[in-house]
């Protein structure tokens, strides 16, 4: 699975109706959590005993892999979000529709990759704070610049992408614009919010 090491597989079934007893979800949230997630099953462990070579980290003990059975492609977010809280564990989501895969995970925020054929994760690090956090910028293809932590890269990535999306916007509007002056005053926004975007 994954490409990861035999020594990490495993085949535990996480049953639905676990989660619902454990966490005190209400009806109204089991039958939205069951409009989307089919099954659920940890497929491998990723700890010091599983393999060896590796230490624990500061941070992380263990890293699970949580494979998820869609009913649908178009899930909610929300589903997978909630799992990675309520559960107290690194999770690492294999996300399945057909034929089709999507990894996920939560790290101040749900990074996903594109969906396509079963990708191969590499366990990479030091330890197993080094391991997640390589896994954590595979997914969300994050590049950490000198000097930041991968926690505030991601802030600054989504920050990026908001200014992005405010040019989008603005461009757009710009080329619905017919009065002169309004025109003018976009195009002058838009200078402004390349250059910030440039030195940001």
Do not use: C
């Amino acid at each position: 699975m994954l490409g990861l090491p035999k020594s990490t597989e495993l085949s535990q079934a996480l049953p639905k109706a676990r989660i619902y007893a454990k966490f005190e979800l209400s009806s109204t949230q089991k039958e939205r959590f069951d409009e989307d997630v089919s099954r659920m099953t940890i497929v491998n462990v990723i700890s010091e005993r599983t393999v060896p070579a590796l230490h624990a980290g500061e941070k992380v003990e263990s890293i699970y892999v949580l494979e998820v059975q869609l009913k649908k492609k178009d899930y909610d977010l929300k589903k997978i979000q909630l799992l990675s809280k309520l559960i107290p564990q690194k999770l690492l989501f294999l996300l399945r529709y057909n034929d089709e895969t999507q990894l996920a995970i939560f790290h101040t925020k749900l990074l996903m990759s594109d969906w396509g054929a079963e990708p191969e994760i590499t366990v990479s690090g030091l330890d197993l704070d080094d391991v997640w956090d390589n896994i954590v910028k595979t997914i969300g293809t994050i590049e950490v610049e000198e000097g930041n932590t991968l926690v505030e890269q991601i802030a600054i990535d989504d920050d990026r992408a908001k200014l992005k999306r405010q040019i989008e916007q603005l461009e757009k509007k710009a080329r619905t614009e017919k009065q002169p002056k309004k025109k003018f005053e976009i195009y002058k926004e838009i200078i402004e919010l390349k250059e910030f975007l440039q030195n940001s």
